[in-house]
């Protein structure tokens, strides 16, 4: 017998709140969807809802086996995969879509209410902003209502599933705060899943062609917070170092993979102070890790510093992650080089940039030293007219010669390439270091905060005496870039010969509030780790605290809880107390020796009662009348009457 296929439009009542829980649930993976399956569940939604509505039959069970088969097919070649984040979370939206096509009853609308729970759960592999704690209240309430009104009688009202619904939210609260604050925390996670790849990170590349920074600097993306533990180095003194290009073809600066160098940090001789500060670092799918320059001691685990000094990680940056770092402004590195790296870092490919070359051996032998050429150089581009923008000319073949005798217009990373090319070109080492330069100090939060816009590329030559020193040659051309920073620059109208912009003051105040906000969550809500837990269990008085007091503190406070809201239950639901006229008409029920069946009106019983002769007919009258008067007229002196008439049968 063939299934019927035709709806009867029962479900039309029902079908919104389905609709609306599946849309709540998705439109957070609507930004890393492709835009084809945003379609497709729109499409599916508007097609599912247009056959209840117009009786219309659902789609042949092959019509639904093709499309599941060809989106099952889209989703793997959009991203060459099923597994992850990204592709799971594709593939669970159109399913869930074409999951409309197939619901004849109201269980298999429970079926896409599940569905959407988990659309709702998975949204936070990817990331926990701070609306993701509003919005999962507002989708779990949605939901939650969703299957009320299916489950609902015809005369429960929407106020009412309301109302349950939220009464139902917060008996859930208390048990969730309570579970989040005292289960266990471990430092690696159950389960790994692999990352969402379907959006590029925003970050420093690990290859420099002039232009790449460029791009980054036009946006306002956090890179990572900074709060320092004393007084926070001036901006000229904010180097933050990532990593370091020793390879250049002509035209693009390569770097090595991060590598271990067990001799990295014995080249390092501290000078001054330390500088104690803790970084919040956003992922980058990359494995470079960000310090203020040079950094000696870092508490990452899994962090490494290469033979370049630069810091690196074994495993991408995938997620947010805190770390502690101990940095010196003052330092001298590498003082001793041999002839074969010397070589190395001097290396320049044949026959590029000849003009380049021609003026750093002119210069070099005008300086008569090392030291004389490098301060030579810097005096060159400070005087002559060359001019820092972020929208230079493109540059063609041989670009250094290009950008210093024609164009002279150019960013952090035409000025560091070009002053490496001169340096090699005399046999100078030179290598150029990518990172962030500046910070902008959030007075709210009292964190330095590192934008996107603060990429910049510098260089380091090495001298005999004082091995590796930095020089900035974008200090030379545009001092108030490493002086007073971006944002500052931009504020003061210096940067809008560089193409920077800002907003009003007021706005920037209302930027600088909302970033303290986002700080204040990632450190006490996503930053709620083991150690964090162990500070709050002694804060709370739990002394040396470990898994085992924490899961009997959890234990004891959810039964607890559970004790008091199923108390609050009880006392809601309790069966009402029987009103005085009930209770006296109980006593003469008991007295008459007789019980009244199941649908007897008190006149009925007293006539059984008269038949029984067990009590005189005056007293079962008087009963009776003051009884129904009492208790459904609700005449006044009734109950007295009541009460005399019961209290004198014998």
Known sequence: MARPRGTDGSLLTS??????????AIAPHVPFLPPWITAAFLGCAVWRYVVEKRRRSLPASWVRAALALTCFLGVFFTYSSISGVGPGSALLTIMAAL??????????????????????????????????????VISVFVIMTAWLRMSAGATQTTRESFRTGTRLLAYAVPLAAVMWIFFPRISVPFWAVPVDTSRAATGISDTMSPGDISSLSLSDAVA??????????????????????????????????????????????????????????????????????????????????????????????????????????????????????????SALPEDSNPRSAELARRMRGEAGSDEAFVESVLTMLHEQEFYYTLEPPPL??????????????????HYASAFAVLMRSVGIPTRIVLGYQGGELNPLGGHLIVRQSDAHAWTEVWLA??????????????????????????????????????????????????????????????????????????WLGMLEPTWRKMM????????????????????????????????????????????????????????????AGNIGQGTIDTITAAYMEARYAGMEGAHQRLRQAVDAMK
Not at 398 to 408: G, K, M
């Open 396 to 413: 063609g073949s041989d670009p250094v010669d290009r950008f210093l005798f024609e164009t002279r217009r150019g960013f952090c990373e």
């Open 552 to 611: 009997v503190t959890l234990i004891a406070l959810v039964i607890g809880i559970v004790m008091v809201i199923s108390l609050v239950l009880m006392f809601r639901y309790r069966p009402p107390q029987k009103d005085e006229a009930a209770r006296l008409y109980a006593r003469f029920v008991a007295r008459s020796g007789l019980q009244p069946r199941t649908g007897e009106t008190p006149r009925h019983f007293a006539r059984r009662l008269q038949h």
């Open 465 to 538: 005496g004082d091995g590796w020193v930095r020089v900035d040659p974008t200090a030379a051309v545009a001092p108030e870039r490493v002086e007073i920073g971006t944002s500052d620059a931009a504020f003061d109208g210096i940067g809008e010969n560089w193409g920077f912009t800002a907003p009003s003051r007021w706005v920037h105040q209302v930027a600088m509030a909302w970033d303290t906000i986002n700080a204040r969550w990632n450190e006490w809500i996503l930053g709620y780790g083991p150690e964090t837990q162990k500070s709050f269990m002694r």
């Open 224 to 345: 990572f917070r900074v709060s320092f533990d004393g007084v926070i180095p001036e901006p000229r003194d904010r180097y933050w170092r990532g990593l370091v290009l020793t390879r250049f073809n002509g035209r693009t600066w390569t770097g090595r993979e991060p590598s271990i160098s067990g001799a990295a940090r014995d080249e390092i001789v501290a000078l001054g102070d330390p500088i104690e500060y803790e970084v919040t670092l956003e992922p980058t799918r990359q494995q470079w890790v960000f310090a203020l320059d040079m950094p000696m001691a870092w508490s990452l685990p899994q962090t490494f510093m290469g033979p370049h000094q630069e810091l690196a990680r074994g495993i991408p940056l995938d997620q947010r992650v805190a770390y502690d770092v101990t940095s010196y402004t003052s330092f001298r590195v590498g003082t001793d080089l041999s002839d074969l790296f010397r070589r190395w870092y």
């Open 99 to 136: 999951k409309l096509l197939e619901t004849r009853r109201r269980r298999d609308q429970f079926v896409l209410l599940f569905l959407s729970v988990f659309l709702v759960m998975s949204s936070l592999l990817r990331e926990q902003y701070l609306w993701s704690a509003p919005y999962l």
């Open 15 to 24: 079908l919104p709140w389905a609709l609306a829980a599946l849309g709540i």
